[in-house]
């Protein structure tokens, strides 16, 4: 005899398992059924997000933009109501824009965490989710590759500006 699954009988990091799972799929509706409607989410780097439609927006755009997109869930660890999941994503940036920028044709491969709650319902509710915005920037070309001689020239320039600065505040009282 089967016995039924429901999300209110699971702890967070199975359905926070089961979220990812099927954002791996790029199914978007399978994903939107562990949400609440009032679902929040703060991407740290990109906004707050505020309901389903705003959330799914964003997945939208990333798989459009990416159309190799690939998600690796590498560890969730949670209890009862909270989850925190491991992951990384990765794709090329030969679709249409993303965030505003125009497709680079450059491979871009993030690691992030994000911390997942879940209602009484046991529908995610409030998602935190943490990465390295450079790391992306530099994916997309925006940035220098790390400890290049560009990243380095770029980086005392600014320490020259910064000094300047300072030397002009000191001058004025400041």
Do not use: C
Not at 83 to 100: E, L, N
Not at 112 to 138: C, H, N
Request: charged share 30%; glycine share 8%.
């Amino acid at each position: 005899m089967a016995t039924a699954d429901t999300t209110a009988t699971r702890t967070a990091a199975d359905v926070a398992r089961s979220y990812f799972e099927a954002l791996a799929a790029k199914d978007l509706d399978r994903a939107e059924a562990l949400r609440s409607p009032e679902v929040v989410a703060d991407i740290v780097p990109v906004g707050i997000l505020r309901g389903p439609d705003e959330y799914r927006a964003l997945f939208e755009e990333m798989f459009a933009a990416f159309p190799d997109y690939e998600l690796v869930i590498e560890d969730v660890v949670g209890g009862e109501s909270t989850a925190a999941v491991r992951w990384r994503w990765s794709g090329t940036h030969s679709g249409s824009p993303f965030q505003g920028i125009e497709a680079t044709r450059r491979r871009v491969e993030v690691r992030t965490v994000d911390w997942i709650e879940l209602d009484t319902e046991g529908r995610i509710v409030r998602v935190i989710a943490y990465f390295d915005a450079m790391e992306v920037a530099r994916g997309l070309g925006m940035m220098p590759p790390r400890d290049s001689p560009a990243e380095r020239a770029m980086r005392s320039a600014f320490n020259g500006v910064t000094k300047v600065r300072s030397a002009i505040a000191e001058r004025r009282g400041g």
